[in-house]
């Protein structure tokens, strides 16, 4: 196998100081971002965040209006740039006469050098597709066809919108597989999701946009410790109200049987717990998870 | 979990360093794989086959052999109609293809997702031209087989040859056309529009000997179609209204600018 940086001397994709207007909207508001050769970036963002405006310069399917967006080095309408570029995109409804291994051959003919179509329908387990029509697949098998097409060229940067959406959970852990194996064979990968626990399964780095910009950039945990919450969770006869007057505590809500406490610090707020209530059992104590965090970065950048 | 992964049954799909340009073959490769595709799902589909195919034969048929019974029509009249319905029916796979075909795979984002995918330029458009191009050829081929042997319709390979080719060429203005509705309307839309251009120019053009006021015969020259009608005379040795020149230069131009306006729209749209 190659090492990556012999592939990659930089990074596979750029955003350097690119803002998009439509008229008086600001889409992307001097977005800095880099992929790296070999990880896997999770882009995450409210509607409006300018994640689809960043996709598609990203695609070359539109120009910044001002700053630079580049795929290996060169714009991405340069069609030698995009050949090492697998997409699957989502708003997109193939023609349903095809059947699956037809939608593959033409997509493997506008690359180089495409994988076999045994290896392309191995990789995505969609051999029993292969001779399918498309209209008659089911939402989770389009998905999946879509996914052979976008990888059957050998991308070396593979881009993925939403990838998993209507996929059962045995498919959706087949992907997840797929992908990591592509990462460890030296594919860059940037997806964008709504399930967050598919950017915590995968991502090696997690970008969030809010408002045309980067609002948080790192490891599915350190977004996590740049918002310090915690959760507490216990089975105590304390009322939520009485609880939320306590200073350090954020939320307090009773669910079921458990009181559900949102705190920056947990340590007080526990030992104050136990003082108060000596029946409490069942404590628990843990980390605001990425939902929670991602909530808090882009609801601190719309005020 | 039921489903087990047995990572040694994947093939590891290493990166490789592929040659970054395309080689002519691999390129040339992708332009015929989008034409055969194209070909095939026209050939898959009897919406566009039943009129495109089966409409032209039948009208020729029956106006063509049918209606004329056994009475001896003058050969001029019979070569007149013949170039008639050849033409009727290299309009409507380009018209028909492009117009409605182009504007669904607009609407369902396929066109956005090929600008994506390193799709070779226009392949797709090149695809449905040569498909169109095929179609029409195929209709070509029936029509002149049956003038030859049902409508005692008299033709030397030359004259069908001449035909035949002016037929397949014929086919690149309509596309445009087909081209330029595709890329104004929406999938939903272009049907409706799509006929409301054909029928009437099918009759305007004077493409058959249909009563006509003379104001609309001279108006007729406005119409792409009479001029492919022009020239599809020429070719069967017929007299035309016009020189076949003039006509094949105005042909070009409506190709061209149908062409024109459809990049200028796409660019500011998509």
Redesign the interface.
């Known amino acids: 196998?190659?090492s990556q940086t012999?592939?990659y001397p930089g990074p596979v994709a750029s955003f350097a100081g690119v803002y998009k207007r439509y008229g008086n909207v600001h889409a992307l508001d001097g977005l800095d971002l880099e992929v790296r050769p070999g990880e896997l970036l999770a882009i995450l963002g409210p509607n409006g965040a300018g994640k689809s405006t960043a996709i598609s310069l990203l695609?070359?399917?539109q120009e910044p209006s001002q700053g630079k967006v580049a795929i290996f080095g060169e714009s991405p309408r340069v069609?030698?740039a995009?050949?090492?570029?697998g997409?699957m995109?989502q708003?997109?409804?193939?023609?349903p006469?095809?059947r699956v291994r037809?939608l593959i051959?033409?997509?493997s003919?506008?690359?180089?050098?495409p994988?076999p179509m045994h290896?392309v329908l191995?990789?995505t387990q969609t051999t029993a597709l292969a001779k399918k029509q498309y209209g008659k697949l089911s939402g989770g098998q389009k998905r999946l066809a879509q996914f052979a097409m976008a990888?059957c060229?050998?991308p070396?940067l593979l881009f993925l919108d939403e990838p998993t959406v209507g996929l059962d959970?045995?498919a959706r852990?087949?992907m997840w597989?797929?992908l990591r194996?592509?990462v460890?064979?030296?594919?860059s990968i940037v997806l964008t999701t709504h399930y967050l626990e598919e950017a915590e399964a995968l991502a090696d780095r997690v970008v969030v946009l809010g408002k045309g910009r980067v609002v948080a950039s790192g490891t599915v945990n350190e977004i996590r410790s740049i918002v310090a919450r915690k959760k507490i969770s216990c089975i105590t006869s304390l009322e939520p109200h009485d609880v939320r007057q306590w200073s350090g505590v954020e939320e307090a809500r009773r669910e079921h049987q458990r009181l559900e406490i949102t705190v920056t610090h947990a340590e007080k707020i526990v030992r104050r717990l136990l003082v108060t209530d000596s029946d409490l059992t069942e404590l628990e104590v843990s980390r605001a998870g990425l939902a929670e965090a991602f909530n808090e970065l882009t609801q601190e950048t719309a005020q | 979990?039921?489903?087990v992964?047995h990572?040694a049954s994947?093939?590891?799909?290493?990166?490789?360093?592929?040659?970054?340009?395309?080689?002519l073959s691999?390129l040339l490769?992708?332009y015929w794989?989008?034409a055969r595709?194209e070909v095939?799902?026209t050939l898959?589909?009897p919406a566009f086959l039943i009129p495109t195919v089966a409409l032209p034969v039948m009208l020729y048929v029956f106006f063509g052999i049918v209606l004329h019974g056994d009475k001896p029509t003058p050969p001029e009249i019979s070569l007149q109609v013949l170039s008639g319905f050849t033409m009727f029916s290299v309009i409507g796979p380009g018209l028909f293809g492009l117009g409605i075909g182009f504007a669904m795979?607009r609407q369902?984002?396929?066109v956005?997702?090929k600008?994506?995918?390193?799709?070779?330029f226009a392949?797709n458009l090149i695809g449905k031209l040569f498909s169109a191009m095929t179609l029409s050829l195929i209709v070509i081929t029936l029509l002149l087989t049956i003038a030859t042997t049902f409508a005692h319709v008299e033709l030397t390979a030359a004259q069908a040859m001449r035909a035949a080719l002016v037929g397949v060429l014929g086919v690149v203005p309509f596309c445009s056309l087909g081209l330029l509705i595709g890329s104004l309307v929406s999938g939903t839309g272009a049907p409706a529009v799509v006929n409301l251009i054909f029928f009437p120019m099918i009759y305007l053009s004077g493409l058959f000997p249909f009563p006509m006021p003379k104001t609309l015969q001279t108006a007729a020259m406005i119409w792409p179609a009479f001029h492919l009608n022009q020239l599809s005379l020429a070719a069967l040795g017929l007299q035309t209204k016009l020189n076949p020149w003039i006509s094949a230069e105005v042909l070009i131009g409506f190709a061209g600018l149908c062409i024109y306006l459809a990049a200028r729209r796409l660019t500011r749209v998509?």
């Open positions: 196998m190659y012999q592939l695609l070359g399917l069609m030698d995009r050949r090492k570029l997409v995109m708003e997109v409804a193939l023609a006469d095809m037809e051959d033409i997509t003919s506008y690359y180089a050098d994988m290896e191995d990789l990888i060229g050998r070396r959970v045995q852990e087949r597989f797929t194996e592509l460890k064979g030296g594919t | 979990m039921s489903t992964i990572p994947f093939p590891l799909p290493a990166v490789r360093n592929a040659p970054s340009r395309m080689p691999r490769h992708a794989t989008e595709y095939l799902r898959r589909t795979e369902h984002g396929i956005t997702l600008r994506a995918q390193p799709m070779p392949a998509g």
